[in-house]
């Protein structure tokens, strides 16, 4: 009987980690809360943008909340540097730098991405206007997302009534390597209200979450999901700003995080040529 | 745990699409206006317009500069290098006032449209 016991408590730590939940999913992407709107950089343009977020509440261990590593979303300082230049009317190109600041833990780089974006047709040709999104994620640094390297993908709608945009970007994200990579795609998303009151103060409300695997969701309580009330505009040399406080809605969430995106756009010279008025791709 | 988010979401898409298909191009019956840009400032500095009915804003640059041509209100942004000629889409407006500017140049005055 004593043998048995033992073989089942042998048993039991052999499958402990197979038992944990999957890796921590990452489709709330917290060095990016920011909704894509339908419209790209102008053709020739070049906009550097930082997207900063601190979580001023959040979770005392690694894997949960925002974190996806090993270090606790606590105290965290997430900051992002996005190079972007417009190609063509419709398309835009940019490339991204992920840094952190773990509370206590100095500031460490955390990954690169790089991503084609683009709007299709002109503005008012459809009912509402679609855009694209794709994205290579490159981590490599495990204690801050334990997936290698990732592809995420996003359509973009957007309608504008009034002095009014609603803005939404399902995202659907895919390990390419590391853990999770014999997974399925996980469903995310990030929208946004916004009114357009003054060219240097509106409001607007951001929504931005992540339900896990499309096809094995995760209990509500263990997803993120968080609201975003923002200000943004453009302050004078064409500093352009998103700030706001975000609030977790689910346990799974982190419970406070303070987002402040600040970008500065120049026109530095076109490649390519116009694109045609009865275009819709390129 | 299954939920129904991606149910809900493929309700939605197929939703939007159905709109989409079946939906009118605001691109069809649009009256034309034009704006002109050179020596540092637009022209006509007002333009006057029929509010409720969809309009293609034909803006051109006449200078030997880069701008964007850009209204805030109206939520369009382009740039356009010298000599270039863009058509700015624009739904049916509610009667006011909507501002235009070149955000590459803060000092050339603002015009604006005004729809009646």
Do not use: C
Request: hydrophobic share 40%; proline share 6%; aromatic share 14%.
């Amino acid at each position: 009987m004593k043998k048995r016991l033992h073989l089942i408590v042998f048993g039991a730590v052999l499958l402990i980690p197979y038992l944990r939940p999957g890796r921590a999913m990452a489709q709330v992407d917290p060095w990016e809360f920011e909704v894509y709107p339908y419209a790209t950089e102008s053709r020739g343009t070049i906009e550097l943008e930082t997207d900063n977020a601190v979580v001023a509440n959040g979770h005392s261990k690694g894997g949960e909340g925002t974190a996806a590593g090993t270090f606790r979303s606590q105290g965290m300082w997430y900051n992002q540097y996005e190079l972007t230049y417009g190609l063509t009317d419709r398309i835009e190109a940019s490339a991204y730098l992920l840094m952190a600041s773990p509370s206590g833990h100095g500031y460490w780089y955390a990954g690169s991405e790089y991503r084609l974006r683009g709007r299709l047709f002109d503005p008012e040709t459809l009912p509402i206007d679609l855009g694209w999104y794709a994205e290579l994620e490159w981590h490599h640094t495990p204690q801050f997302d334990d997936a290698d390297i990732e592809l995420e993908l996003r359509p973009i709608l957007e309608k504008d009534i009034g002095r009014f945009s609603f803005i939404a970007n399902p995202i659907f994200e895919k390990v390419l390597k590391g853990v999770g990579v014999h997974e399925g795609f996980e469903f995310g998303y990030s929208t946004g209200a916004y009114y357009r009151w003054m060219r240097y103060l509106s409001p607007g409300v951001e929504f931005y979450g992540g339900a896990g695997l499309i096809d094995d969701t995760d209990p509500l309580d263990q997803q993120q999901h968080y609201i975003f009330p923002v200000i943004w505009g453009e302050l004078p040399h064409g500093v352009e700003y998103n700030l706001g406080p975000g609030f977790g809605l689910t346990r799974g969430s982190d419970h406070v995080i303070m987002k402040f995106n600040l970008g500065l756009e120049r026109f530095v010279g076109a490649i390519f040529g116009p694109s045609p008025e009865s275009g819709w791709f390129l | 745990m299954k939920s129904a988010i991606p149910t809900l979401f493929a309700a939605a898409t197929l939703l939007v699409a159905f709109h989409l298909f079946s939906g009118r191009t605001a691109a069809e019956e649009t009256n034309v206006a034009s704006i002109r840009f050179a020596d540092h400032h637009f022209t006509p500095q007002t333009l006057t317009v029929t509010a409720g009915e969809p309009l293609a804003v034909k803006v051109i640059n006449s200078s030997n500069e880069t701008i964007e041509f850009e209204s805030f209100k109206l939520n369009r942004e382009v740039a356009m290098t010298p000599g270039e000629t863009i058509t700015v889409r624009l739904p049916p407006l509610r009667p006011g006032t909507y501002d235009f500017y070149d955000d590459f140049h803060q000092d050339v005055p603002e015009g604006s449209i005004i729809a009646k």
